[in-house]
């Protein structure tokens, strides 16, 4: 009983990981139909950007260090997110495929860049005491990064909600989801809504990232790379635009791999994940509108 | 028309020429001895080598005199990017402008691809920094050899020493590629004479970002040691599992491949744990004045076991030239073949003829907490010594096959 | 410019190329050494060979408008089948050509149907799918086939006496600039046909030649099957000029350098596709050793420290090329050369 109590926690915790990278993601290719290959170095730019100001702080007050950092971090993405549609993304508008490519270079050069500043050595995150510790929930001791992962998650989860659902911004990307063309129509200033949808993306893409660095001890140049594919698996799981399709397919997607790797062979978990990605793709009941 | 006509007079004159025009210039005797030290001097194994290595290398230049056969020496820093690819035309690029011997090569596959330009062009290649046995075994050739550690002497020392302090029970954590299969076999042949095996080794695919399923696996199955054979990224995420889960406190943790350089970036993650190296700088009175200089020299850092092979190497090798009285890579290698030598970094050491594998003894330590740690980098206590006839796999069971 | 006039200026290029062997000039910094020396020779040959592979890539992508990111499978399957073939298996040259020309065929074909039931994003996620696979699959090493990340080096005996060692490598060297010559050629043949401007109509709207009657699915595959095996073919010359197989050129960076070798050179102008393919691999070996170079040490570290990492000045690179000169370098030539001959052209779409 522990044992599935532990995976379970543990499978939400990773899932917690993959919706706050994915999350982003789904809002900016739902709404602006950009399939942004820049969201890893995001995260990646971010995650350096709170460790560095982290750093700042003597490591003796954790707690206030590692909160810093955070800030700095969701700070660092916002920005991030913003340079790089206003600067990058928007000159773009009349062509995808150009705005796919300018993310790819805008990838390789930011990643490249923190590891020429920083090196290509993981860079440990300092932690306060108490997320180094585990908490006994049912007989299972879980790590509490597990644990904070999911409660900010969660967070972020109704956040974004809030802000679909209650606010004017909120109505245009839902509308903008559905059907961009009839909204431009409409005369709405869909512009502004794109920079503001983007730049919450790479805010959540920070967190995610500085969470990720609390989640494995230490951050590096290339998990922002490989956590994308993760995100992209999440985001084509589930549906595009849609918060909580989000929240759910991250969810699934990191049970199925927890669940599998421990009660199956290992790796069995990650390949079916993978699998789940094809066959979503193959077998869209929407067709390719969607994509 | 025209074109067509002066097409056979370019023909003639291209055979002319390629029977006459040599393809390089001949070295003139005083051009200078050239070592080219290839490595990563940017990437992941930059800590491990990278800038230490030339360091290390040109500090044994200077200790020998900084001249051989009346030739000033110069030390060649090459940057391979950890492509194969890279390395492989660098090499082709040093050695063809006079480059006598090819030192480091860090990186398995970056090592495997100059070792066969070295063949190529029969010049030298001494790797210090890479891991895979096949350099010895079925990539062997006459103008390579192997001269620090490999995965077969990791998995022997970690492994021969815990098992026979009595720990039978194994579970395994295995990277899905070459390095990770051939610890695993290494390893279970290696507990095998002391009663140990692995009830359990889970492989890891390729990128595997979370290991705690794994970790709970492992913990179920109650073995008496966890083996983490992984490299890189992959050590560091399950050795963080496995003490989130608790277990380091319920069975001893082994790593397959761990350096000081790995340490000194996250000292926290691998306290506890046990490996195998083939040298530590505060092992003995000639290693740390070694490493004195060493850190004079590199603000402060301890060299690495790679970077200490280096200068071994180089070393050895410039007195091989000396003796010999040429840098021509025949004669040296007739003269290296079974010789016997020690210095700071090689002990009972000899370049063995069957398969270029030189052997030394290697050292089996534990990771100390940081509350043990006496001085800056001293992250090791060494617990065993295996002696060098024992450390590398017998040359009766190499799979070398020497065409030389 | 004149056909007679540009086809004199090719030759001319080619018969210079040709003799690159005997020119001794030292050429710094571009080189480190002569022209002539292996290693220089070497360098050179693998420009040639990523010329060839994204002049294969920009059939697909700069013609159709196939955006894939699983072309380099295709590459690393004539690498890895040509290395398997003649060090695993020891079979002798002309089997195993035929052996990696007839997988390249058939593989793609059976790829490409399925990958191209979809479209746009979703057929660029399912071609990296693929390419991810593959790569997995010569990492596993499977029956001790592909060497695993520790790569397949090719003894002595396995190589063509024409091709080992150093004194050879000057024959390497034509036999890349012989495969980038014929790949330019067919697919100059292949563009101009009628197959070719269906393709190029596919890329404009694939809706309005569907209209016309034409199938469009069968073309995007014909032109999926031919870009492959012209990528193969540069696989092959590869394993040689390398002396065996690496597992990078299996790596979804790989397939992402494709994309920016064909859109640094020009989308949709063969030449364009060859000078980006081997500028990009030049920049890739030098960027390092030329940052080291005096000129730029004296820059401060602000400059100094991203100019010497070859991916961020080519992902710069990039990003300005595809924001002002969407035509690559290949378009801003073209773009130059109007402002001077005042004749417009059509520049590559996107």
Redesign the interface.
């Known amino acids: 009983m522990s044992?599935i109590v532990?995976?379970v926690v543990?499978g939400l915790g990773?899932g917690a990981l993959y919706f706050l990278v994915a999350s982003g993601l789904s809002l900016i290719w739902g709404l602006m139909r950009v399939?942004n290959f820049a969201h890893g170095a995001l995260f990646t730019v971010a995650a350096y950007a709170g460790w560095s100001i982290a750093n700042t702080i003597p490591a003796t007050d954790a707690a206030r260090a590692w909160s810093i950092g955070l800030l700095g971090a969701v700070l660092g993405g916002a920005i991030a997110a913003f340079l790089l549609e206003t600067v990058?993304i928007r000159?773009?508008y009349a062509?995808p495929?150009?705005q796919?490519?300018?993310t790819?270079?805008?990838?390789?050069?930011?990643?490249?860049?923190v590891?020429?500043?920083y090196?290509?050595?993981?860079?440990?995150l300092v932690l306060p005491a108490w997320m180094s510790a585990?908490t006994v929930i049912a007989g299972a001791?879980i790590?509490n990064?597990r644990l904070l992962l999911i409660v900010v998650a969660l967070a972020v989860l109704g956040l974004l909600l809030i802000l679909l659902r209650k606010t004017r911004y909120g109505l245009i990307v839902r509308a903008g989801v559905e059907n961009r063309a009839m909204v431009e129509a409409l005369g709405i200033n869909v512009h502004r809504a794109f920079t503001i949808v983007f730049t919450i993306g790479g805010a959540a893409a920070g967190l995610g990232g500085y969470l990720a660095g609390t989640y494995?001890?230490?951050i590096?140049p290339?998990r922002g790379t490989?956590?994308l594919?993760?995100a992209?698996i999440v985001v084509?799981v589930g549906r595009l635009g849609s918060m909580t399709g989000c929240a759910i397919a991250a969810a699934v997607v990191a049970l199925v791999?927890?669940?599998l790797?421990?009660y199956a062979a290992?790796?069995v978990?990650?390949?079916s994940v993978?699998l789940l990605?094809?066959l979503a793709?193959?077998i869209?009941p929407r067709g390719?509108q969607t994509? | 028309m025209r074109i067509a006509r002066v097409i056979p007079f370019l023909c003639a004159s291209a055979v002319l020429a390629n029977t006459l025009i040599p393809i390089s210039p001949a070295p003139a005797d005083t051009a200078p001895v050239k070592i080219a030290v290839i490595t990563d001097m940017s990437g992941v194994y930059s800590g491990l080598s990278g800038q230490g290595a030339v360091i290390a290398t040109k500090m044994a230049v200077a200790d020998f005199g900084g001249k051989v056969l009346g030739r000033p020496i110069v030390v060649d820093a090459v940057d391979h990017q950890n492509s194969a690819t890279i390395a492989e035309a660098k090499a082709r690029e040093e050695f063809g402008s006079g480059a006598d011997l090819a030192m480091d090569l860090t990186n398995s596959a970056a090592a495997i691809a100059v070792a066969s330009v070295a063949k190529d062009v029969h010049k030298l290649a001494i790797v210090t920094g890479a891991a895979s046995t096949a350099l010895t075994g079925a990539d062997c050739n006459k103008y390579t050899y192997h001269y620090a550690y490999d995965s077969y002497a990791l998995a022997h020392g970690t492994g021969a020493s815990v098992a026979r302090a009595g720990f039978k029970t194994w579970y395994g954590i295995v990277p899905d590629y070459a390095f990770g299969k051939a610890m695993l076999s290494d390893f279970t042949a290696a507990i095998a004479p002391y009663g140990g095996k692995f009830i359990h080794a889970d492989t890891m695919p390729l990128g595997t970002t979370d290991f705690s399923s794994y970790m709970l696996a492992a913990r179920n199955a109650h073995p008496q040691v966890l083996a983490l054979l992984n490299a890189g990224a992959d050590t560091v995420n399950s050795m963080k599992a496995a003490k989130e889960f608790g277990l380091d406190k319920q069975m001893k943790i082994v790593v397959g491949l761990l350096f000081l350089s790995d340490v000194d970036a996250l000292p926290d993650v691998f306290a506890g744990s046990r490996i195998t190296d083939s040298w530590y700088w505060n092992e003995d009175k000639a290693a740390r004045a070694f490493a004195d200089r060493f850190a004079a020299a590199d603000n402060g850092l301890r060299p690495t076991s790679v970077q200490a092979a280096d200068y071994s190497a180089t070393m050895q090798w410039l007195k091989a030239v000396k003796a010999v009285g040429s840098t021509d890579a025949d004669k040296i290698v007739a003269y290296l073949d079974g010789r016997k030598f020690d210095d700071f970094y090689a002990h009972h050491a000899e370049w063995r003829a069957r398969d270029h594998r030189v052997i030394h003894d290697m050292y089996v330590m534990d990771v100390l907490p940081k509350s043990e740690v006496k001085e800056p980098h001293a992250w090791m206590k060494i617990v065993d010594t295996i002696p060098a006839d024992q450390a590398f796999r017998p040359a009766s069971e190499s799979t070398c096959q020497k065409t030389w | 410019m004149t056909r007679s006039v540009s086809i004199g200026l090719a030759l001319a290029l080619i018969a210079i190329l040709i003799a690159v062997p005997w020119i001794g000039i030292p050429l710094p910094p571009l080189f480190g050494e002569p022209l002539r020396s292996p290693g220089s020779l070497s360098l050179l040959a693998v420009c040639f060979v990523f010329g060839a592979l994204a002049v294969s890539y920009d059939l697909l992508f700069g013609y159709t408008g196939l955006l894939s990111f699983g072309h380099a499978l295709y590459f690393a399957m004539g690498v890895y089948a040509t290395a398997i073939a003649l060090e695993r298996w020891h079979w002798s040259l002309i089997p195993t050509l035929l052996f990696v020309v007839a997988l390249c065929v058939v593989v793609p074909a059976i790829v490409g149907a399925i990958c191209l039931r979809t479209h746009d994003v979703a057929f660029a996620m399912v071609t990296l799918a693929f390419a991810q696979a593959g790569s997995i699959v010569v990492l596993q090493n499977p029956f001790g086939l592909t060497g695993g990340e520790e790569g397949l080096p090719l003894s002595t005996q396995s190589l063509p006496a024409i091709f080992a060692g150093v004194a050879n490598s000057r024959n390497l060297y034509w036999l890349a600039l012989l495969l980038l010559i014929f790949t330019y050629a067919v697919a100059r043949m292949l563009v101009g046909s009628r197959a070719g401007r269906v393709w190029q109509a596919i890329r404009e709207n694939e809706r309005r030649v569907a209209t016309v009657g034409l199938n469009t699915y069968l073309f995007k595959l014909g032109a999926f099957v031919c870009s492959s095996v012209l990528a193969s073919l540069a696989g092959i010359v590869y394993v040689f000029i390398e002396g065996g197989a690496t597992s990078e050129i299996t790596t979804a960076n790989f397939t992402l350098a494709l994309l920016v070798m064909v859109v640094l050179g020009g989308v949709g102008t063969l030449w364009g596709a060859v000078l980006g393919g081997m500028l990009y691999e030049y920049l890739d070996f030098r960027l390092v050793v030329l940052s080291s170079a005096s000129g730029l040490q004296s820059l401060p570290p602000i400059l100094r420290v991203p100019l010497s990492e070859p991916l961020f000045v080519l992902g710069v690179l990039f990003i300005l090329l595809v924001l002002f000169v969407p035509g690559g370098l290949a378009g801003a030539f073209r773009r130059l050369s109007s402002l001077s001959t005042r004749t417009t052209t059509l520049t590559g779409g996107q």
Do not use: C, H, W
């Not at chain 1, 270079?105 to 930011?110: I, K, T, V, Y």
């Not at chain 1, 090196?119 to 440990?124: A, E, L």
């Open positions: 044992t532990l995976l543990t990773l399939l990058l000159p773009l062509r495929v150009g796919v490519l300018v790819v270079g805008a990838a390789l050069a930011a990643v490249a860049l590891e020429a500043m090196g290509d050595d993981p860079k440990q585990n001791s790590p990064t494995f001890g230490y590096d290339q490989s956590m594919i993760f992209f084509v791999q927890q669940f790797n421990f290992a790796g978990g990650d390949f993978v990605l094809a793709l193959l869209r390719a994509l």
